[in-house]
């Protein structure tokens, strides 16, 4: 029997000043090992295992909480892993990202990769936080706990706002001009280097967090504006000639899946025919988006049916990045003058959906959207599509 937890003075000793030490326990076969967390408060400062009367208790139970997570995915993965668990080494994994010196270079860049495992992400999200970190590398700027200032993290989104887009060889050839990640990718990267510079001020390495001045001053980034593809453009991905079995062919048939479903990207990829039900001809589905768990309802159409059914019931694996490099070349061979990329696929089919005269809240539930906010912003386009034909009855006066 294995089993974690959090344990007040468990010698029953009380230090002259009164507090006593709030540690982490592990049974294991029956034997009590303990790992000190540096945090001693007063008995009344200790109540229904939590620290309370003080200024700084949310803080400290944070921190208590967090060494707690660390070691119980720590003990997993000895477990699924097969391997004995060693306390000793336990207790050096636990204290070791927090005992080197404070002003090491590249003291941050270190720190900040050795808390992703412990944040209790799905891989995904890890992903976005490697990402994330890889970046605060190359801007070169924050690298010691004394280089988290204010002004660095305004240097810091000045440095985002100049990342270019990918270009394709071809796009490079053609002159296609420079583009920079947009205000919704630049807010994605400081939310996460935010997430961990809180995890650090917890954990007592900085003083304050500078992010907490700049609230307000980071925006969501153009979420009004949305890139689809319309009837003939997809029509014209469809007819591409292209040599089956290629990495083009598999990320067309993608597309198509998505582009007659909704799904997400992640939710394609974790697709099974044997998760739906099957009632005649129909082919329906209602599972938690894995991204934010909430509900989606699909119901297969025949050409998402036909790329399920091609691949044995089950979608290819692929890495997000080579799916959308693969997008941009089909695009390109369709003469697409979009950046189609798989989000481009779940508007396409959004906006089809209320081109057909689908309710927006029905559509809200098959795009498994937490709320009807986030799917208005397709009814806006439909909208403008109404002022365009406006334009062209204007044009014709």
Known sequence: MIKTGITYNHR?????????????????????????????VRKNEWKFNRIVNRADADSL???????????????????ENGT???????RRKVWAPDARRRNDVDDVIVWMSEQVPFLGVKHGTAKHYECSIRRLLEFGHIRKWSD???????????YLHGIETHRTDAEIKAGKPVEYIGQGTVRNYHKDTNALLGRALKFGLIDRNPYDRMKGEIKRGDT?????????????????ELTKGTMLDVARDLFIFQAYTGMGFSDMQAFSLDDCKQDGDRWMLAKKRVKT???????????????????????????????????????????????????????????WALHQKVPIERVSKMLGHANIRQTQRYAKVLAQDVYNEFDKLNESL
């Open 224 to 240: 009004e504006t949305v890139e689809y593809l319309t009837r003939e453009e997809l029509k014209r991905i469809e007819l591409l």
């Open 293 to 351: 768990g909430v509900v989606y309802y699909v119901q297969l159409l025949q050409p998402a049916l036909v790329v399920a059914q091609k691949y044995g019931g089950k979608i290819p694996h692929i890495a997000v990045q080579v799916y959308n490099r693969h997008l941009h070349a089909l695009a390109e061979m369709a003469k697409i003058q979009k950046r189609v990329t798989s989000h481009v696929a779940r508007h396409t089919f959004a906006t």
């Open 84 to 90: 004995e668990i060693d306390v000793a080494d336990i």
């Open 12 to 40: 029953r000793r009380f230090a002259k000043d009164g507090t006593a030490s709030i540690e982490i326990s592990i049974l294991i076969n029956r034997k009590y090992y303990y790992i000190n967390t540096g945090v001693r």
């Open 61 to 79: 139970n944070d921190r208590v909480a967090i060494m707690l997570e660390r070691v119980d995915a720590i003990v997993n993965k000895s477990l």
């Open 148 to 158: 988290v200032t204010l002004e660095n993290l305004h240097r810091w989104d000045a």
